[in-house]
Structures are given as C-alpha cells and as structure tokens.
T-cell receptor
Framework: AQSVTQLGSHVSVSEGALVLLRCNYSSSVPPYLFWYVQYPNQGLQLLLK??????LVKGINGFEAEFKKSETSFHLTKPSAHMSDAAEYFC????????????FGKGITLSVRP | KAGVTQTPRYLIKTRGQQVTLSCSPI?????VSWYQQTPGQGLQFLFEYFSETQRNKGNFPGRFSGRQFSNSRSEMNVSTLELGDSALYLC?????????????FGQGTRLTVV
C-alpha cells in the first residue's frame, strides 16, 4: 500500500526565509503525489500535484515541489515565507487503479515569525 | 463556479444518537469522497461514491454509511454515536474517478459528540 511520511510536526521560519517541508513516499508503482494546505477551521486546498509530466511542479502561492525518485521524496519549498503561509500542510499519495482515495501524511504546522 | 458545500458546519450530538451530514459537490463533478480528521489519527478515508455507487471503503465500522444521489450530492450517516466520533468530516469532489484525480475539499462539518 502506498504511504507518505512527513517528518516532524512543526516548522518555524522567519518571514522572508526559505520554507522547506519534507515528504517521503512509499509506493510500488509510480505515484501521484499532492500537497494540500489547511488554514484554521477550513477544509483542504490543493497547492500542487505531481503526475510524472515534470519532476519540478509549480503550485499556487509561490510554492513548488520536486519529485526525486532516487530519494523517494517530494519536498515542498517556497523561497520567501509570508505571514499568510502559516497553516498546516499535508502531503498525500493517490491510490492506484480506479479509485480516487488519498492517503495523507500526519501534516506539518508551519509558523512564520515576523 | 461554486465550491464544495458541506452542511451543517457545526453539530453537537449526544452519545447514542445518529447524525447525517450533507455534501454538494462542484457542479459537474461525479465523484464524492469522505474523510475523517482527528488530532490523533489525522486524515482517514471513509468512502468514495461515483455514479451513486460506493466504489471504495475505508477501515471504519458499519455505523458509518453513505449514499450518493442522482445529482451527485452525497450524505454520510453515523449511527449510535460514540465520543470518539468527534471529528472534522471533510467531503471532497472530483470530476472523475481514478488515481491522480484532483480532489477539491469542502470546509467540513465539525461534529462534537457529548
């Protein structure tokens, strides 16, 4: 079964600093990978999606992620953090086959210091 | 285009009662999935419906059930509520079924069981 691992539960950065949120996947087949963001008392918003078309995926709000098969990783980055980026971030992998089930990591809370 | 609408946003129920949650997908989307989010277990897949048929089911007891109507709207029902059912229930809609499909989430229904 596919799974994703997000190490650590909390990351704190200064405003303007690089954001790096780590995600490693486990999959026996080429995976579909996603990053979602959740603001307090809200649902999940899709940031970006990897579908094997390109290893570097650009998403919304200045985020991007790079798929590295050799490292089984799909880390999320943003060159310069903004206060509005403070939220919880989830990495997810799509099940294979005909169903759309997503398996999520435990999430990482991003804090941005002024 | 309207997003995924979940009603109600908040619910308080007593142990032993039952509850029905509603989800209206994005217009034109035919796949609806449900997820449970708790601090301890994170995001867990409940079930997926496509064309009024349950296509996939997560590892939840039979007290959790759902259905989908011909207009793609979906409901989930939890019977004999337990304290542990307190959670944020998220509905996601997709244009189609299948691996790699983008899922768009509603704001969720916050269920509190007392």
């Amino acid at each position: 079964a596919q799974s994703v691992t997000q190490l650590g539960s909390h990351v704190s950065v200064s405003e303007g600093a690089l954001v790096l949120l780590r995600c490693n996947y486990s999959s026996s087949v080429p995976p579909y990978l996603f990053w979602y963001v959740q603001y307090p008392n809200q649902g999940l918003q899709l940031l970006l999606k990897y579908t094997s078309a390109a290893t570097l995926v650009k998403g919304i709000n200045g985020f991007e992620a790079e798929f590295k098969k050799s490292e089984t990783s799909f880390h999320l980055t943003k060159p310069s953090a903004h206060m509005s980026d403070a939220a919880e971030y989830f990495c997810a992998v799509s099940d294979s086959g005909a169903n759309s089930k997503l398996t999520f990591g435990k999430g990482i809370t991003l804090s941005v210091r002024p | 285009k309207a997003g995924v609408t979940q009603t109600p946003r908040y619910l308080i129920k007593t142990r032993g009662q039952q509850v029905t949650l509603s989800c209206s997908p994005i217009s034109g989307h035919r796949s609806v999935s449900w997820y449970q989010q708790t601090p301890g277990q994170g995001l867990q897949f409940l079930f997926e419906y496509f064309s009024e048929t349950q296509r996939n089911k997560g590892n939840f007891p039979g007290r959790f059930s759902g259905r989908q109507f011909s207009n793609s709207r979906s409901e989930m029902n939890v019977s004999t509520l337990e304290l542990g059912d307190s959670a944020l229930y998220l509905c996601a809609s997709s244009f189609r079924q299948g691996a790699g499909t983008e899922a768009f989430f509603g704001q969720g229904t916050r269920l509190t069981v007392v």
